[in-house]
């Protein structure tokens, strides 16, 4: 216990203060149609985090994707004031997906903790190349940038759906899109979900999937994404879920920092029973 204190001692240091998960959710994940939804903004661990207090100047892009008509851009209006407005109204019965991205953030960390920081975020080839590199012994400049998504069910689910909003790809740089619609699952069921970097498929991305109130631990699952990118992920009851995924690489010299980290979330929903 002695010696592993000091480790757990040093990956608090490590991580306090950093954003780790970045996500956004409604205050309710089903509403009727018509319903005007909040959609609130958090970044911490464990599903458990507290409220983002970002500036409106930090988001890129923020869109409403309704369920067979034309796209929304809400970035105008969220940005307005100094605070981000982030109300939608969710007019058309069906599935909904809002998208939110941020610009770059710079944090830099002792080498220690940075090391300790990758470790923990499962970055095992950010410290591979750091150690070839010779930069162990070095400071950890990091640019962080984020990608959220949330789906959120307005009324009864139409099998006639072909919009399939929920299932677009928005252009994210780093982006989680589910292959079945969540909305029609049963609490125990099996959920495919596709990673894409740049619109295209990641192999080997590290994807973790969080139930909130998940006894011992919100943390559900830890996997790895195949060679097109897909990673299978299995539900466990009803509830309120969160998928996510980090990935760095070298940052451009333009961004001030060494390593370029990108986080990306989906959250939704899960009934009691399976709904048809």
Known sequence: MKRALPVLLLLTAA?????????????????????????????GEDFLGEAWTGRSARLILFRHYSPGVASTDLLAAATAADTIQSTVTLRQPGTHLVALATNNALITLEAEKFSAYLHEEGLDNVLAL???????????????????????????????????????????????????????????????VRVLRAGQPVAGQLVLLWRRGAQPRALLQKLRSNQNGRVLLHLSGPGQYLVST???????????????????????????KARR
Do not use: I
């Open 246 to 272: 980090v990935r760095m690489e070298s940052a451009p010299a333009a961004t001030g920092a060494d390593w370029q980290s990108t986080w990306s979330t989906l959250t939704f929903g899960v009934a009691g």
């Open 15 to 43: 991580t306090a203060g950093l954003a780790h998960e970045f996500w956004v959710e409604p205050v309710r994940f089903v509403v009727a149609p018509g319903t005007s939804v909040h959609l609130r903004r958090f970044s």
């Open 130 to 192: 750091r150690e070839q590199r010779g930069q162990t012994s070095q400071p950890g400049r990091e640019a962080y940038r984020r990608c959220a998504k949330t789906l959120v069910q307005a009324g009864t689910l139409s099998p006639t759906d072909t919009a399939r909003a929920w299932a677009r790809p928005v252009g994210l740089p780093l982006e989680l899109v589910p292959e079945q619609n969540p909305y029609t699952l049963g609490p125990d069921a099996p959920l495919t």
